[in-house]
C-alpha cells in the first residue's frame, strides 16, 4: 500500500490490537477508544483490532455445550465470530462519539481469507483494498479479530488467541510499521507474572524465542501471529492497555539479553500423555500412528520410543486436552490396524520448558535443569529439546514447583525490591 503524504512527511500506519480484558465493560472500551484517538490525533493512520468481551467467547461456548453435546464445528465458528462483532460497533461508536471518522470490518468485510480448517483458520491471503480505501478516506478502522472466511464464503475463526494473528497479518498486508499488543500486563515476562510475581519484565525478545515460548504454554501471543511477524518482519509491541509503559519489542534479534541463556520459562497444563503399548518393531508403524493424527488436524508434541524385549516397542507422545477425546477414539483404531496391545492417555502432567537463544553455544543449561528439578524431587517423565528449548513433562501437581525453581536457578527473577534509600 502506497503510505499516505501529509504536511511534507510519511503518514505512519499502525496496527493496534485489543485483547478481551482491555474492553471487558463499557468504561474499557471508552479507554481504548481515547487511546486510538490519542494515537490517530498524533498523525498516524490506524488499524484498531479487537477481541471479544471479557469472557464473552468462553460463554459463547458454554451456551454451545448447553444445546449440543457436540456441536458443528461450522456452527462453532459462526457463534464464536459474533464475540467480535460486538466489541467492533461498541467501539467505533465510542470514537464516533469522540468526533474522529470510524468504520468497523469484520473479518470479512477486511479482506481476511482463510482455509476451510474451521475453528483453527489459516489466514491464507488478505485483500486489504477496502481497508486501504477506508484509511485514505480519513478514517480509524476497527478490525473484528479472529475471524475469516473461505472462499465458499463460510466465516471461520483462527483459534484462541487468534485476535493476535488478525492484527500481525494486517500490519504485514499494510506494511504497517507496527503493531502494537494491548494486553493485561505490561509485556512479555520471563514466564506468566500471575504465577511469579516477580517474574522478569523482557525489553525484547526474539521471534525465535516469542515462537517457542508461545508454542510452550505463553498465552501473551498466539503462535501464529510471532510467525506472521518472523515472516513478514512485523515489528510487534506487547504492553499494558493499562497504562502507557514501554512494553516489550518482538524482533529478529534481541539487543538487551543477548548475553542471557535463557530467556524464558513456559508451561502448559493442558498436555496430555498418550501411551502405545507393545507396538511392533517394523518399519511404518510410526508413519501409521502418527499420519492418522495428522491428518485429523491431531497436533503432536513430544514422542518418545521406547525398546521393548523381543520385537515390541512402547510409544509415548503429548498431545493437547482439547483433542484428547478425539485422539484417544482415532488411537483405539490405530492400534488394532497395526497390531499394538492397549493404548492409555494420562491428563494428570504438565509441560515445564526452558527457553533461550543463548542455549545453542552454551553446553550444560539441560544438565542444569535437570539439576534444578532433582533439587526440588521432581520426577521427569519426557523430555524433549531443540536448538532453543528444552521442555520436561512433570506431574501436574509438580509444574509451579519447577516453574519456581527454573526461574530462580537461571537468574530470571527480577532484584528483590529496594528500599527507596
Ligand atoms: P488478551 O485478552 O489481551 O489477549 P491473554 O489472556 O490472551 O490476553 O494474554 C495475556 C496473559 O498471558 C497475561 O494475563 C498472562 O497471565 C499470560 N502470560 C503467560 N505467560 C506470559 C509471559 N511469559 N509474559 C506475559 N504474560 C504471560
Ligand atoms: N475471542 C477469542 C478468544 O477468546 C480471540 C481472542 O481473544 O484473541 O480466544
Ligand atoms: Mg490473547
Partial sequence: MEKTQEKGGIMSIIVQKFGGSSVADAECIKRVANRVVETKRKGHQVVTVVSAMGDSTDHLIDLAKQVSKNPSVREMDMLLSTGEQVSISLLAMAIHALGEPVVSLTGPQAGIKTDGVFSKARIMDITSSRLEKELDEGKIVIVAGFQGITIDNDITTLGRGGSDTTAVALAAALKADICEIYTDVDGVYTTDPRLVKNAKKLSTITYDEMLELASLGAQVLQPRSVEFGKIHKVKIHVRSSFNHEEGTIVQEVS?????IVVSGVAFDKKSVRFTVYDVPD?????????KTLADRSINVDMIVQISREGSLNDITFTLDRDQMEEA????????VNIGAK????DDDVAKVSIVGAGMITNFGVAAD????????????ELISTSEIKISVLVRKDQCEKAVRKLIEKFDLAEESIQSIE
Avoid: H, Q, S
Wanted: proline letters at 3%.
Fill in 255 to 259: 539487543d538487551m539479553e543477548n548475553d
Fill in 282 to 290: 517394523r518399519p511404518g508403524v510410526a508413519k501409521d500412528i502418527f
Fill in 328 to 335: 484417544l477414539k482415532v488411537m483405539k483404531e490405530v492400534i
Fill in 342 to 345: 492397549d493404548v492409555t492417555c
Fill in 369 to 380: 535443569m535437570f539439576d534444578a528439578l532433582a533439587e526440588e524431587k521432581i520426577n521427569i
